[in-house]
């Protein structure tokens, strides 16, 4: 029987990651009343970054390891039930210390949340990879965009305390998660016995060319979050302080780069499924950079449209790395997973330190100047071997696609 892909679960698990990221997405949009309220500089805010982004990739491999051996259908549940303790926590801490706890539980809800979702979103796919995961990502992307936006109308006006409203957000994800937990407890037994037979490497790789391949995607997504970060983290302070515009104004720009963002995102799974994902990700990384070079050098008005421009094209290649990882290392959906969302995280807590000290010392208009050359680490892609063009009746992906199917038909 030709693989079905699961729509309802698919949709599911990507509300859920709108709901996820959005929630997530609340606390550096909060950064300028934070700062103000708290006293903060421009290190400890990248501090806080650092401890959500750290929390959620250090811990995101070994719970994937752990799920590909032992899967737990419920723990999308408990992942969100970490953030809402987080959240929770943020609307009434009046210490610094509180602001990094909250951090803490935010990023380890994260590290429970996607290994799992991820593989759950393979599973639906009927062998529609790139798709699947470009629907599971650009439910966060959503989320990550509407943050600012709650962040600008509802919780700045209102205050800190005004956070604690968005715990319904994750009370109505867990109810969701539920429903996604049950069709994953229905199949997982069936997913389980097909997965058995799928090996440890690439039938047509040599380990060395395997390593080295995860090496190059490794360091493209180090390129991509350092830039990401630098946005994210930074940019409402980058245009306060080059344009002088309000803080709302601001917020609008940064959910204009995020909607950018969450469409590129849906757009680089489909294009990858087609015309193969060494394309997307050679042209994503690779094709910003003129974008990024002019960044620092453009007015408020050219600025907007530049942030939306490299939004878009940056944002098509995770789904892309993510699924060519994952058919790298058939059968350990889980672990990839774990490991790239993980170290995506680990490197935009990191970023965010590092460019907050970098800020400090040297402006944030120089952090700009620095960032805009990352994507030039998209060459690397050359070193990637074209998996569309090796025999497919050789790829253990089949095994994946055969799991999909009987999960679909059941």
Not at 47 to 70: E, K, R, V
Not at 250 to 273: C, E, N, R
Not at 357 to 366: C, H, K, V
């Amino acid at each position: 029987m030709p693989p079905t892909t699961a729509l309802p679960v698919l949709f599911a698990i990507s509300f859920c990651h709108l709901l996820n990221d959005m929630m997530q997405a609340l606390l550096p949009a909060m950064y300028p009343m934070l700062k103000s309220g708290f006293a903060l500089d421009f290190a400890q805010i990248g501090l806080i970054t650092l401890t959500f982004q750290l929390t959620a990739s250090l811990l995101q491999p070994l719970i994937g390891l752990y799920t590909d051996h032992h899967p737990k259908p419920y723990s999308l549940m408990a992942g969100m039930g970490f953030t809402l303790a987080g959240l929770i926590y943020l609307s009434v801490t009046r210490s610094y210390a509180g602001l990094i706890l909250s951090a803490g539980l935010v990023g380890l809800g994260s590290a429970v949340f996607h290994p799992e979702s991820s593989r759950v979103a393979r599973m639906a796919s009927g062998g529609r990879h790139g798709f699947a995961q470009a629907l599971f990502q650009v439910g966060g992307n959503t989320g990550s965009a509407i943050g600012p936006l709650v962040a600008a109308f509802v919780v700045l006006p209102r205050g800190q305390r005004s956070v604690a409203w968005f715990s319904a957000a994750a009370l109505l994800g867990i109810v969701v998660l539920s429903g996604v937990g049950r069709w994953y407890q229905r199949h997982r037994t069936r997913a389980a016995a097909l997965r058995a037979g799928a090996g440890r490497g690439h039938p047509t790789l040599s380990p060395a060319q395997v390593r080295l391949a995860l090496a190059v995607l490794i360091a493209l997504i180090f390129s991509k979050y350092i830039y990401l970060t630098s946005i994210t983290s930074y940019y409402t302070f980058y245009l306060i302080e080059r344009f002088g515009v309000g803080v709302q104004s601001a917020q609008l720009h940064l959910f204009a780069f995020l909607g950018a963002v969450a469409a590129g995102t849906i757009v680089g799974g489909p294009v990858g499924d087609r015309h193969g994902r060494k394309l997307v990700i050679w042209c994503s990384i690779l094709g910003v950079l003129p974008f990024t070079l002019a960044l620092p050098y453009a007015s408020l008005r050219w600025t907007g449209v530049l942030s939306v421009i490299i939004g878009f094209i940056l944002a098509s290649a995770f789904s892309a790395i993510l699924v060519y990882a994952q058919e790298l290392v058939p059968g350990k959906v889980g672990m990839i997973s774990g490991l790239f969302f993980g170290f995506a995280f680990g490197t935009a807590g990191i970023g965010a330190a590092a460019l907050g000290e970098l800020a400090d010392r040297a402006g944030i208009e120089f952090v700009y100047g620095v960032c805009a050359w990352m994507p030039a680490l998209g060459l690397l892609a050359a070193w990637l071997p074209d998996l569309e063009a090796r025999p497919r009746a050789r790829r253990l992906d089949e095994v994946d696609v055969g799991m999909d199917a009987a999960a679909a038909s059941q």
